[in-house]
């Protein structure tokens, strides 16, 4: 391809004036051939494969590095996807948590409430039962004593043998002292 158009160069100048911009000189041509020539066989004994294998060395890293890339960015989407189903999971669990922290402190507070209403009854019904064992025990007191009274008032009635007036006397005077006590 170079040599056409080396040739039509040639013709074409070959009208042209001497001394001209367009000037051709076959010789210089030749040897200017000759040397492109040889520089090109040069160029692919000792430096064409190294740049080839450079670009080709080039062209692999590149491809490798998108293909690493590629890999890693459809590893960092499964990290991604994976870490916000662990997330997902993660929220879920604790809501569950939460929500059986809430059924178990309800279930504690009515389990307190019931023992408390349970722990006041039984009070209640034990003081009560206290209250009525102590007025049966103050009214069998009151039984006894007013027994003791009622045969000492009888006793003092017969010893004196009085008329009316003196036993209503002493009967009262005997009550007087038993509100005063």
């Known amino acids: ?13 070959a009208g042209e004036a001497p001394g001209s911009p367009l000037d051709v000189n076959p ?3 030749i040897w200017t051939l000759v040397t492109v020539a040889l520089l090109l066989i040069i160029l692919k004994k000792l430096a064409w494969k190294p740049i080839l294998n450079s670009l080709n060395e080039r062209e692999n890293f590149i491809r490798e590095s998108l293909e690493k890339a590629e890999k ?7 990290l991604f996807e994976q870490n916000k189903e662990n997330l997902k999971k993660a929220e879920a669990e604790a809501q569950k948590i939460i ?5 178990y402190a309800d279930k504690l507070r009515d389990q307190i409430l019931e023992d408390s209403k349970q722990q006041a009854k039984r009070m209640i019904e034990e003081a009560t039962q206290e209250i009525e064992r102590k007025n049966a025990e103050a009214f069998s007191k009151l039984k006894d004593q ?36």
């Open 72 to 78: 890693a960015r459809i590893e960092a989407e499964k």
């Open 99 to 103: 929500e059986q922290g809430r059924q």
């Open 146 to 181: 007013v027994a003791d009274i009622a045969v000492s008032a009888a006793e003092k009635i017969l010893r004196e043998n009085l008329d009316k007036e003196k036993q209503v006397k002493i009967i009262a005077k005997y009550l007087e002292d038993l509100s005063k006590n």
């Open 1 to 13: 391809m170079i040599l056409g158009k080396t040739l039509g160069l040639l013709l074409f100048s």
């Open 27 to 29: 010789g210089l041509i």
